[in-house]
């Protein structure tokens, strides 16, 4: 083969390779209208419901940024519409700018809806190919509210309730990513979870307590929350508060994991959760410790985890709901053992529960 036509195939072989990438058809950042946040409330009218996408302010630049007030950083824009996809033909009908949804960081959903609204929604996202189902879903009583909250240390287009929910530092690992929430909607045996976060004031908010979707939505108390993420694993820097003889002492830094194991007699069900967690002591820190002392600090945090234990497992029994996920675990174990639903839930089961706390010397510093 001669140079020339070497040469002229190497250029060929480039000239598809580029083609092959697909550059040649990516839309032009500002071509597109970025979506950080959608949410999504109840109206007056049955089977309508209020969308409301917020976007980046695009004529912010790094050099006006820190002159320009935090409610200019982002602007939203409302559809009332049947579904998510009718309200973003409909915005769409009134952008110059193609929509873009790779960039969604929270789905919010009102607490006033239904759980039919919830599960068309999150099927939605999972069956339309353009979000990215990392995305993080919260419930709100308002969430028109939530999503135009902007907090003045954030960076455009950056949300500081992703942030949040994000953190490590978080004292429990929150359920919601969309994904996750969606698949839960769709597997037996599993009530979905998310955070029900709270606005505060115009410019913050708070993460509250659990919200489970069941046959009815049920928001549960905070001690149930932080009782949940015992019995599943999800505590990671967890505090508290015990009082023994000696005074009242706080523990930081809780973690630990959870052991569980299912038992079958005929029809019933014993579950044997077996909780094992420890923290340092962050106030007192400098009395002296005695061997008393730190038998008494673990017996009194191994009682109150149990205590939060038991009174999610309550909580489950009376709104017949499983956020643990133990009947579709159990079912996982022996798929010829039926999943219960709706008011048969948690028939015939059991718990039997240990709680182990062990009290660290380690420092406060982390």
């Known amino acids: 083969m001669s140079r020339a036509r070497r040469i002229a195939n190497i250029v060929l072989l480039g000239l ?38 917020v976007f980046p302010n695009v004529s912010l630049t790094t050099g006006t940024l ?41 789905l919010a959903l009102s607490t006033r809806l239904p759980v039919s609204v919830w599960q ?31 907090s003045p240390t954030q960076m455009v287009p950056e949300f500081a309730l992703y942030r949040a929910l994000n953190s490590q530092s978080q004292p429990i690992i929150w359920p919601g990513r969309a994904w996750k929430v969606w698949v839960d909607t769709v597997t037996p045996g599993i009530s979905p979870s998310v955070a029900d976060v709270l606005p505060v004031g115009s410019d913050s908010f708070r993460l509250g307590p659990l919200y489970v979707l069941g046959a009815k939505p049920s928001i549960w108390s905070p001690e149930a929350t932080r009782g949940w993420a015992y019995l599943t694993g999800r ?23 959870t052991s569980l194991s299912f038992h079958r007699v005929g029809s019933s069900v014993r579950v044997d959760s077996r909780l094992s967690y420890a923290g340092v002591i962050t106030t007192n820190a400098a009395m002296a410790h005695s061997e008393a002392m730190n038998d008494a600090l673990q ?42 639903a709706g008011a048969s839930l948690w028939r015939g089961w059991s718990l039997t529960l240990s709680v182990h706390f062990a009290v660290h010397d380690e420092g406060a510093l982390e």
């Open 16 to 53: 598809l390779l580029v083609g092959a990438s697909g550059c040649w058809d990516q839309i032009p950042v500002e071509w597109r209208a970025v979506i950080t946040a959608i949410g999504v409330d109840p109206t007056r009218h049955p089977g309508i419901d209020r969308y409301t996408f």
């Open 66 to 106: 820190p002159t320009t007030p935090t409610n200019q950083e982002f602007y939203s824009i409302t559809a009332n519409a049947p579904s998510l996809m009718m309200a973003l033909r409909a915005v769409q009908a009134r952008q110059s700018r193609m929509l873009y949804l790779g960039q969604l960081r929270i």
């Open 120 to 150: 068309r929604t999150l099927n939605a996202t999972a069956d339309s190919g353009r979000f990215v189902l990392t995305l993080w879903t919260v419930a709100t009583p308002v969430a028109a509210n939530l999503v135009r909250i902007v």
């Open 235 to 257: 505590v990671r820097r967890e505090g508290m508060r015990v009082a023994i003889p000696q005074g009242r002492f706080t523990l930081s830094f809780i973690r630990g994991k």
């Open 299 to 340: 017996r009194a945090a191994a009682r109150k985890i149990l205590r939060e234990a038991l009174i999610a497992w309550r909580t489950a029994l009376a709104t017949h709901t499983d956020p643990m996920g133990w009947h579709r675990d159990l079912h996982w174990t022996d798929s010829r053992i039926p999943i219960a």
